[in-house]
Nanobody, 124 residues
Framework: QVQLVESGGGLVQAGGSLRLSCAPS????????MAWFRQTPGKERDVVAA????????HYADSVKGRFTISRDNGKNTVYLQMNRLKPEDTAVYYC?????????????????WGQGTQVSVSA
């Protein structure tokens, strides 16, 4: 069983930056596709960014293009989400997701493993 552990969330002012990290425990994830999703109360969990196993393919939600960057270091068994120029509307719980299938995916149903989530709060 893969357990994903997120870190790096917190409170930041609008215009600031945060970097989220996700490290699976129990096994290496070098061949897994990975993604970051976010969710606010009463709303669905939506993809923020996704990446394939070697980082050659990435996908971003329109709302974060040009501000967020997803990357991975398979040697360190870690995936990152660099978030710049944060806005109050980026406030959400951010979840890391992993799946052993190939390619890239943007739907929650396409991921088998999830982290507990980390809160990101952006003040105006």
């Amino acid at each position: 069983q893969v357990q994903l552990v997120e870190s790096g969330g917190g409170l930041v002012q609008a215009g600031g930056s945060l970097r989220l990290s996700c490290a699976p425990s129990g096994r290496t994830f070098g061949s897994y596709r990975m993604a970051w999703f976010r969710q606010t109360p009463g709303k669905e969990r939506d993809v923020v960014a996704a990446i394939n196993w070697n980082g050659g393919l990435t996908h971003y939600a329109d709302s974060v293009k040009g501000r967020f960057t997803i990357s991975r270091d398979n040697g360190k068994n870690t995936v990152y989400l660099q978030m710049n120029r944060l806005k109050p509307e980026d406030t959400a719980v951010y979840y890391c997701a992993a799946d052993r299938r190939s390619g890239i995916a943007t739907m929650t149903t396409e991921y088998d493993y999830w982290g507990q989530g980390t809160q990101v709060s952006v003040s105006a």
